[in-house]
């Protein structure tokens, strides 16, 4: 399945969105707004909270679901929460 780019591919900056659509009615709404962040995580990240999700947050669920040890989900969380924290500015 092909996605959206996240990243710009010339200084690898995250994009914003520019323009939306309804594809519907012809609407178009225009503006600089920020993609939410779990649009910005790896497909493989995306996939893992929406199992996560549907696991009602249960590790041990999750770690039966993908057939690994506890700690080894919980270590996969940890890097995806990781990955969710907004990074500092640089000076």
């Given at each position: 399945?092909?996605?959206?780019?996240?990243?710009?591919?010339?200084?690898e900056?995250?994009?914003?969105?520019?323009?939306?659509?309804?594809?519907?009615?012809?609407?178009?709404?225009?503006?600089?707004?920020?993609?939410?962040?779990?649009?910005?995580?790896?497909?493989?990240?995306?996939?893992?909270?929406?199992?996560?999700?549907?696991?009602?947050?249960?590790?041990?669920e999750?770690?039966?679901?993908?057939?690994?040890?506890?700690?080894?989900v919980?270590n996969?969380l940890?890097?995806v929460?990781?990955?969710?924290?907004?990074?500092?500015?640089?000076?």
């Amino acid at each position: 399945m092909k996605r959206f780019p996240v990243t710009c591919p010339s200084c690898e900056h995250r994009l914003q969105v520019k323009r939306l659509a309804c594809d519907h009615c012809g609407t178009e709404v225009e503006g600089i707004y920020p993609l939410p962040v779990l649009a910005a995580l790896s497909a493989e990240d995306q996939a893992f909270i929406c199992d996560f999700v549907k696991a009602s947050g249960s590790l041990k669920e999750m770690a039966a679901l993908l057939k690994v040890s506890y700690p080894t989900v919980r270590n996969r969380l940890d890097e995806v929460i990781a990955k969710l924290q907004p990074t500092p500015p640089t000076p």
